[in-house]
């Protein structure tokens, strides 16, 4: 199995930054990617960035953090960041990463527990 651990998340004013960490640990050899997701209060999760594992990285945005986040990787620490600019109190939710092991960003088998972000106005 894979586990995840998220860090970094905590209250910040509009427009500002914030750096979220995922780490993994277990059978990492089996992740083909991973995945940052939103769940704000009374709202779906929504999956807002996903990158691939191996080789070059892909990436996947959506729509609504397109430009001010990014994901990013280390695989040699496995762990997976997502650099967030600009946050708007919208941004408020709890965040989550997760990991799957197939190439379609839209399934994940493994979850970590969360981590709140919380941005005032």
């Known amino acids: 199995q894979v586990q995840l651990v998220e860090s970094g998340g905590g209250l910040v004013q509009a427009g500002g930054s914030l750096r979220l960490s995922c780490a993994a640990a277990?059978?990492?050899?089996?992740?083909?990617?991973m995945g940052w997701f939103r769940q704000a209060p009374g709202k779906e999760r929504e999956l807002l960035a996903a990158?691939?594992?191996?080789?070059?990285?892909?990436?996947h945005y959506a729509d609504s953090v397109k430009g001010r986040f990014t994901i990013s990787r280390d695989n040699a620490k496995d762990t997976v960041y997502l650099q967030m600019n600009s946050l708007k109190p919208e941004d408020t939710a709890v965040y989550y990463c997760?990991?799957?092991?197939?190439?379609?960003?839209?399934?994940?088998?493994?979850w970590g527990q969360g981590t709140q972000v919380t941005v005032s106005s």
């Open positions: 997760a990991a799957r092991r197939s190439p379609s960003v839209e399934n994940y088998e493994y």
């Open positions: 277990g059978r990492t050899f089996i992740i083909y990617g």
């Open positions: 990158i691939s594992w191996g080789g070059g990285g892909s990436t």
